[in-house]
């Protein structure tokens, strides 16, 4: 059984920093591209970041390149988003997912399992 697990959400003042972790199991992690989605309150989820194999790729949505990055520990199963210079608009809730595909999508339907998500609250 799949299981996406992230932690490390929560509160924080405009500016500061959070780093998200998403813990994978029941799965060869190594061979999953890894990524990061958001949902807003009334919006739709959208794409924040993605990350090959074996790390030597990643990709970024405009609103946040230059002020996340995403990362991953193969060893440890486990993908990272740390988030820097936090904005309110980045409020959102956090998902993890893993895509068996041969490139990285920016689109959801293309992931095949996904986590249950962690509350980011930036407060202006």
């Known amino acids: 059984q799949v299981q996406l697990v992230e932690s490390g959400g929560g509160l924080v003042q405009a500016g500061g920093s959070l780093r998200v972790s998403c813990a994978a199991s029941g799965l060869a992690f190594s061979g999953y591209i890894m990524g990061w989605f958001r949902q807003a309150p009334g919006k739709e989820r959208e794409f924040v970041a993605a990350?090959?194999?074996?790390?030597?790729?990643?990709s970024y949505a405009d609103s946040v390149k230059g002020r996340f990055t995403i990362s991953r520990d193969n060893a440890k199963n486990t993908a990272y988003l740390q988030m820097n210079s936090l904005k309110p608009e980045d409020t959102a809730v956090y998902y993890c997912?893993?895509?068996?595909?041969?490139?990285?999508?920016?689109?959801?339907?293309?992931?095949?399992?996904w986590g249950q998500g962690t509350q980011v609250t930036v407060s202006s």
């Open positions: 997912a893993a895509d068996s595909g041969s490139w990285y999508s920016t689109a959801s339907d293309n992931y095949d399992h």
């Open positions: 990350i090959l194999r074996s790390g030597e790729y990643t």
